[in-house]
C-alpha cells in the first residue's frame, strides 16, 4: 500500500451499530433487577408456574405441570445460589433466575397449549430435565473449562530460525480467584510461550471500583508476566477505566501500548507490535490506526492489537498481517449450529469468534476468559473459555507463492 494513503479512505459503518448500545441497556437493567433479592420473587414463581399450567385444563395435569415448572425453578435458584457460597462464581441469583423462570413457564403453557395429554407432561419433564442439566453445565463446569486453542502461522517477514511461541489472552474479567483462574496460570506456564499479548478488560463491570479485584488481578498478571515478555492494551471503555488500569498495571513488568507502535525482537525473531486503545467507536479508532501505519506495515511481520474485531476491514487496508482481539466472548452463550445470539460487535457474528482470513490479514478473535458482569449470568455454553497460542515460523517466499 502507497505510504500515506491510509488515512484517505473513509470508515465504513455497519447496519449493526445499535446492538453493543442495545446490549449495554440490557445489562443496566439486569443490574438494577440484581439488587432485588430472589426470595421477594417467591410468589412470582409460584404465580407463572400455576398461569404456566392453565392451558392444560384437566385438574391433575394442571397440577402436574405447575409443580414440575416449581420445582424446576427452585432448582435452578438452589444451583445459582450456591455458586457464589462454594467460590465458583460470584454473580448474582436474581436477573438468571427470573430469565430462566420466565423460559421455563414459556415451555410449560406453550405445551399445554398444543397437547394438554399425559405423553405430553412426561415429553415437558424430560425438556425442563435437559434444561436443568444445560444450566449446571453452563453455570458449574463450562465456566472453569479453560481450553487452548493452537494454530500455526508461516510469513517470509519472520525471521530468525526457531519458531516463535506467541500466547494471546483477552477479557479477563476478574471477579474473584477462582479455578479458572489458577487454572490460566497453570495452563500458561506449561505453554512456555516466548511472548505474551492481552488484549483488555481485565476486571468486570461489578470489580472495576473494587480494590480487592484490582489487586487480584494485578497478581494475576504479575504471575503471566513472569513467564515471557508481555505487552498489553485496554479494552471496553467501561470496563477497563482510566483511572484503574494505570494502578493496576503500576511497577509490573508489562509494556502497556497506548496508540503506538514497537518493534520487538524476542528470540531472534522482529515483529511490529501495535496496540490501539478501544472506544468502541470506529469513527473514532480507525483513524488513529491509519496515523500509527500511515506508511504501511513495512518489511516486518505486524500484530495489531486492539480489543473488538470491529476493525478488521481497516487492518486488512492497512496490510496487517496478524490482528488480535476479543471481546465478543464468542458469543458467551451459544445455540448448536447457529453459535452466538448476541456479540457486542458492529458486524454481529461476521467476526463472532476464532479464526478469519481476508487477503493478507489473519485475525483471530478470542472467546476470552471470563464473562461481563453486573446482573449478566455467570455462564458460558459452547463457549468455554480460550487461551490462544500462537507459533510463528519463517516462510520461504518462493514456497508461499507456489502454494
Avoid at 30 to 54: E, Q
Avoid at 224 to 234: M, V
Avoid at 255 to 272: H, K, P
Avoid at 335 to 361: C, H, N, Q, V
Wanted: aromatic share 6%; net charge neutral; glycine share 8%.
Amino acid at each position: 500500500m502507497p505510504a500515506g494513503t491510509a488515512g484517505a479512505s473513509p470508515v465504513s459503518h455497519s447496519p449493526g451499530n445499535h446492538r453493543p448500545r442495545l446490549l449495554h441497556l440490557a445489562l443496566l437493567i439486569s443490574d438494577v433487577v440484581s439488587r432485588i433479592p430472589p426470595g421477594l420473587l417467591t410468589p412470582a414463581f409460584a404465580g407463572m408456574a400455576a398461569s404456566a399450567a392453565w392451558p392444560w385444563r384437566q385438574t391433575a395435569l394442571q397440577i402436574s405441570a405447575g409443580a414440575l415448572t416449581l420445582l424446576a425453578i427452585t432448582v435452578d435458584g438452589a444451583s445459582l445460589a450456591l455458586l457464589p457460597r462454594l467460590g465458583r462464581s460470584f454473580g448474582p441469583v436474581t436477573p438468571p433466575l427470573l430469565a430462566l423462570a420466565l423460559l421455563r413457564a414459556g415451555l410449560t403453557a406453550l405445551a399445554g397449549l398444543l397437547w394438554p395429554t399425559w405423553p405430553s407432561l412426561a415429553l415437558l419433564a424430560i425438556l425442563q430435565a435437559a434444561l436443568t442439566a444445560a444450566q449446571l453445565y453452563a453455570t458449574w463446569v463450562e465456566p472453569q473449562r479453560v481450553v487452548v486453542t493452537s494454530l500455526e502461522l508461516a510469513s517470509p517477514k519472520l525471521d530468525g530460525g526457531k519458531p516463535l511461541r506467541v500466547l494471546h489472552i483477552s477479557d479477563i474479567h476478574f471477579e474473584r480467584w477462582t479455578a479458572r483462574e489458577r487454572r490460566l496460570l497453570e495452563r500458561a506456564a506449561e505453554l512456555r510461550p516466548g511472548l505474551i499479548l492481552l488484549t483488555g478488560d481485565y476486571l468486570n463491570l461489578s470489580t472495576v471500583e473494587d480494590h480487592s479485584a484490582q489487586q487480584g488481578v494485578r497478581d494475576l498478571l504479575a504471575g503471566l508476566a513472569a513467564l515471557a515478555p508481555t505487552y498489553a492494551i485496554t479494552g471496553s471503555p467501561p470496563v477497563d477505566l482510566p483511572h484503574v488500569v494505570p494502578a493496576v498495571f503500576a511497577g509490573l513488568p508489562i509494556t502497556w501500548l497506548l496508540d503506538e507502535a514497537t518493534d520487538v525482537r524476542v528470540n531472534g525473531c522482529r515483529l511490529r507490535l501495535v496496540g490501539l486503545r478501544c472506544t468502541r467507536e470506529r469513527a473514532q479508532d480507525a483513524p488513529r490506526l491509519h496515523r500509527l501505519l500511515s506508511n504501511g506495515t513495512g518489511p516486518l511481520f505486524t500484530i495489531l492489537l486492539y480489543h473488538s474485531p470491529d476493525l478488521m476491514p481497516e487492518a486488512v487496508q492497512a496490510e496487517v498481517d496478524l490482528y488480535l482481539a476479543g471481546h465478543t466472548h464468542g458469543g458467551q452463550l451459544r445455540l448448536p449450529l447457529f453459535g452466538a445470539l448476541i456479540t457486542s460487535s458492529d458486524f454481529w457474528k461476521r467476526y463472532e469468534a476464532g479464526l478469519y482470513r481476508e487477503r493478507w490479514t489473519t485475525l483471530y478473535v478470542s472467546r476470552g476468559l471470563g464473562m461481563e458482569g453486573w446482573g449478566a449470568p455467570r455462564a458460558r455454553f459452547l463457549a468455554p473459555p480460550e487461551l490462544v497460542l500462537l507459533t510463528l515460523r519463517p516462510a520461504d517466499p518462493a514456497a508461499e507463492a507456489a502454494g
